[in-house]
Structure formats: structure tokens, C-alpha cells
Nanobody, 122 residues
Framework: QVQLVESGGGLVQAGGSLRLSCAAS????????MAWYRQAPGKQRELVAL???????TYADSVKGRFTISRDNAKNTVNLQMNSLKPEDTAVYYC????????????????WGQGTQVTVSS
């Protein structure tokens, strides 16, 4: 019932900016941690940024100072503002979240979005 849908991906020139958004929908009771991961061809999926329910943030060293993660609890969304993009940022970006649903409020379950392609040209 719970789903995560990413949007905002696309093609951008190096040095440009892009803003990704992930919307959680369904029978949601509460959302704890939300995060963005990315996976480039031939590489393992890696954590890009994470934000807790208390708005504490964590970033991969490669994106510190360039990316900003934020959330809007009223809209059940998490965003990733990406500035000063580099070709090495090219990857499929995935939204991830720990969510409690109404059918099972005692436990949190981890969900993944389908991903959105981000391509940075040189």
C-alpha cells in the first residue's frame, strides 16, 4: 500500500542544478528516516544523503557542500537539492524511507522508490 515515487530527474550541464523530490503515499502512520541513494552503471548503490525525523542530516563526502536534503512532513516528501553538479553525479537516484503504516503500527518497514535518472553532461 505504501509507495515512494521520485521525480525531478533529467539531463543537466555540469555546474548546473537539479532538485529531486520523493513523495510517499498510501496508508502511512508515520515516517522516520528518509534518504537518497544513487547507483551508477557497474557500481554499487551508495548513500547520498539522509535525514532523520528530527532533521539531522548526513551526507556522502562526495556531495558535501553541494547537495542539501530536506523534508516536508506535512506532504510526506523528501527533497534533494543538487548544486554544482558534476559528470560523476550521473546515476539513478533512489528514494528510501522507514515507514510505519496503519496496518502494522508497531514496526517500521523500509521502502524503495523506482528511481529517477540524473545525467550530468560535461
Amino acid at each position: 500500500q505504501v509507495q515512494l515515487v521520485e521525480s525531478g530527474g533529467g539531463l543537466v550541464q555540469a555546474g548546473g542544478s537539479l532538485r529531486l523530490s520523493c513523495a510517499a503515499s498510501g496508508s502511512i502512520f508515520s515516517i522516520n528516516t528518509m534518504a537518497w541513494y544513487r547507483q551508477a552503471p557497474g557500481k554499487q548503490r551508495e548513500l547520498v544523503a539522509l535525514i532523520t525525523s528530527g532533521d539531522s542530516t548526513t551526507y556522502a563526502d562526495s556531495v558535501k557542500g553541494r547537495f542539501t536534503i530536506s523534508r516536508d512532513n506535512a506532504k510526506n516528501t523528501v527533497n534533494l537539492q543538487m548544486n554544482s553538479l558534476k559528470p560523476e553525479d550521473t546515476a539513478v537516484y533512489y528514494c528510501n524511507a522507514d515507514i510505519r503504516n496503519f496496518r502494522d503500527r508497531q514496526n517500521m518497514y523500509n521502502y524503495w522508490g523506482q528511481g529517477t535518472q540524473v545525467t550530468v553532461s560535461s
